[in-house]
């Protein structure tokens, strides 16, 4: 089973630019989030996909950031445009749909995001 | 909110010592608790879990104890190996409208040395 991947492995763009990271969950798995880890602090939250829906957007840190999931496969998240701020390393994960119980995310290896 | 603190890294051990990363975390409700390892070049695995009081999750030697009184979630090992550095997090998660996001720690960079 091919696990979470994420494209690119690095992004290197300046202030101003746009870019679209992409991330292909396991196959099967209906729950997707983007997580993102901003100059070695804490990992954090930026929102949730349920298929195709948004259940979650809470973490989102401004109208920049914008993230789709069409047809509830691969997602997309888009940064446009960029500030020196959004550098960091953009995670996903994905994990099958639960009912009360915790389903394991699994995680891709990240794409590393460097605004000049 | 949620939140979880973890200790300061990096960290440096010789082969064969013992390993202690403490995490203790605030939650509003009845939070599951993991800690989660990442090797070089790699993403993020989950090593342990715990989902109530007083469980022990364990794996590849490492173990962590949920302990709520002291709202508190640390990773041991007795015996490190160098294979073993990697950065360490600790995370909870709360179960919310059919999806478990995580809150997690800033991580703990381990470098275990020969």
């Known amino acids: 089973e091919a696990g979470v991947t994420q494209f690119p492995s690095h992004s290197v763009i300046e202030k101003g630019q746009t870019v679209t990271l992409r991330c292909d969950p396991i196959?099967?798995?209906?729950?997707l989030y983007w997580y993102r880890r901003v100059m070695g602090k804490e990992i954090k939250f930026l929102l949730h996909?349920?298929?195709?829906?948004?259940?979650?957007e809470s973490g989102m840190p401004n109208n920049r950031f914008l993230a789709e999931r069409t047809g509830g496969t691969y997602s997309t998240l888009k940064v446009q445009p960029a500030e020196l701020e959004d550098s960091g390393v953009y995670f996903c994960?994905?994990?099958?749909?639960?009912?009360?119980?915790?389903?394991?995310?699994?995680f891709g290896p990240g794409t590393r995001l460097t605004v000049l | 909110g949620d939140s979880v603190t973890q200790m300061e890294g990096p960290v440096t051990l010789s082969e064969e010592a013992f390993l202690t990363i403490n995490c203790t975390y605030t939650?509003?409700?009845?939070?599951?608790l993991f800690w989660y390892v990442q090797y070089p070049g790699e993403g993020l695995q989950l090593l342990l879990k715990?989902?109530?009081?007083?469980d022990k999750g364990s794996n590849k030697g490492f173990e962590a104890t949920y302990r709520k009184e002291t709202t508190s979630f640390h990773l041991e090992k007795g015996s490190v190996q160098v294979s073993d550095s990697a950065v360490y997090f600790c995370?909870?998660?709360?179960?919310?409208?059919?999806?478990?996001?995580?809150?997690f720690g800033t991580g703990t960079q381990l470098k275990v040395e020969l």
């Open positions: 994960a994905s994990s099958r749909l639960g009912a009360g119980s915790y389903n394991e995310q699994f």
């Open positions: 196959s099967g798995h209906d729950n």
């Open positions: 996909f349920v298929k195709e829906s948004k259940q979650d």
């Open positions: 939650a509003t409700g009845y939070p599951s």
């Open positions: 715990a989902t109530k009081a007083d």
């Open positions: 995370a909870l998660s709360e179960f919310t409208g059919g999806g478990n996001k995580l809150t």
